[in-house]
């Protein structure tokens, strides 16, 4: 972020639970802003395809969610 020179930033994680607030803070001396966001990975899946269709859902959410 500081050699680009650029006011924000993002760490994207697979987290085992659902995301309740995205935690964000600034880079030390620095105005640049660093935020994480993740996604929860399904563990309650009986197949592959039944893990493919309920991360395309949760990918989407996600997608939503920075669009605010």
């Known amino acids: 972020?500081?050699?680009?020179n650029v006011?924000?930033?993002c760490f994207l994680?697979?987290?085992s639970q659902e995301q309740?607030?995205?935690l964000s803070s600034?880079?030390?001396g620095?105005?640049?802003a660093l935020s994480i966001y993740g996604i929860e990975i399904s563990k309650t899946?009986?197949?592959y395809a039944d893990f493919c269709a309920q991360m395309k859902e949760r990918e989407?959410?996600?997608i939503e969610s920075l669009k605010l």
């Open 60 to 62: 989407a959410t996600f």
């Open 7 to 9: 006011k924000r930033g």
């Open 26 to 28: 600034r880079l030390k």
């Open 45 to 47: 899946t009986s197949s």
């Open 13 to 15: 994680a697979s987290l």
């Open 20 to 22: 309740e607030s995205i």
């Open 1 to 4: 972020m500081t050699r680009l």
């Open 30 to 32: 620095k105005t640049a």
